[in-house]
């Protein structure tokens, strides 16, 4: 019985849902939605990088783009298997090499919550078994890739988020999906650090954009 619910599950995906892989946007060959030959391709890439206290695993360009696009935006919600395989071992490496007492998701908007049902960031941390804490977001903020200018995206996200947890003398670990100006981050680094003392904060992402890199 569970075996013909598995293949009808299957067979009403390919017939409801576009039956192609996120990257290169041929024939899925195999479960999820990325096909083998993409999978090991982005597999070799899946190495712990740093810029500052900024971890991540790939640049945001390209198949990333459209994998993270179609995981949180496109009811691909399946592609946490994928996305987990992927970043499963860089990030526990981080966050036993940096002693992390406390992981923070970055919260959406209830709004954006609503829109996409999901929060991906949780999500991917529920399926990869990591525990963590949450913090609240206050306001809700305009779609940062709306917003070119960096002084414009501080300001979307200015005094956006409220911390209630006592952090003081913890190693914390803020997990993003995609970090580009890194204006939310900061955001959300003053508001943990306004009533904690002693605080270390490190961030992961999955992707980080190639400009804020160089800067």
């Known amino acids: 019985m569970l075996k013909l619910k598995e293949v009808i599950r299957k067979s009403l995906r390919f017939l409801l849902f576009d039956n192609t892989c996120s990257c290169c946007h041929k024939k899925l ?29 790939f640049i945001y360009e390209e198949e990333i783009r459209q994998i993270i696009s179609d995981y949180k ?14 970043i499963k071992k860089p990030i526990f490496q981080l966050i036993e090499r940096e002693k992390i007492d406390i992981i923070i998701p970055v919260p959406i908007s209830e709004e954006r919550e609503i829109e996409r049902g999901f929060n991906q960031i949780e999500y991917l941390l529920e399926y990869l078994n990591i525990k963590y804490k949450k913090i609240d977001r ?5 779609h940062m890739y709306v917003l070119k200018d ?22 914390v670990l803020i997990v993003d ?18 009533d904690n003392e002693n605080i270390n904060i490190k961030v992961f992402s999955i992707a980080i954009a190639r400009h804020f890199i160089k800067k």
Request: aromatic share 8%; with cysteine.
């Open 29 to 57: 060959n195999r479960e999820g939605y990325i096909c083998s030959k993409c999978l090991e391709k982005l597999k070799k890439e899946t190495y712990l990088k740093n810029k500052d206290n900024f971890y991540y695993i």
């Open 138 to 142: 206050i306001k809700n903020t305009k």
């Open 177 to 194: 999906d995609i970090v580009t100006s890194g204006a939310t981050i900061n955001s959300i680094s003053k508001e943990l650090k306004k």
């Open 73 to 86: 935006l496109r009811n691909r919600k399946d592609l946490v298997r994928d996305i987990a395989f992927l």
């Open 150 to 171: 960096n002084k414009k995206r501080e300001k979307n996200v200015e005094k956006a988020f409220k911390n209630s947890l006592n952090l003081e003398n913890k190693n």
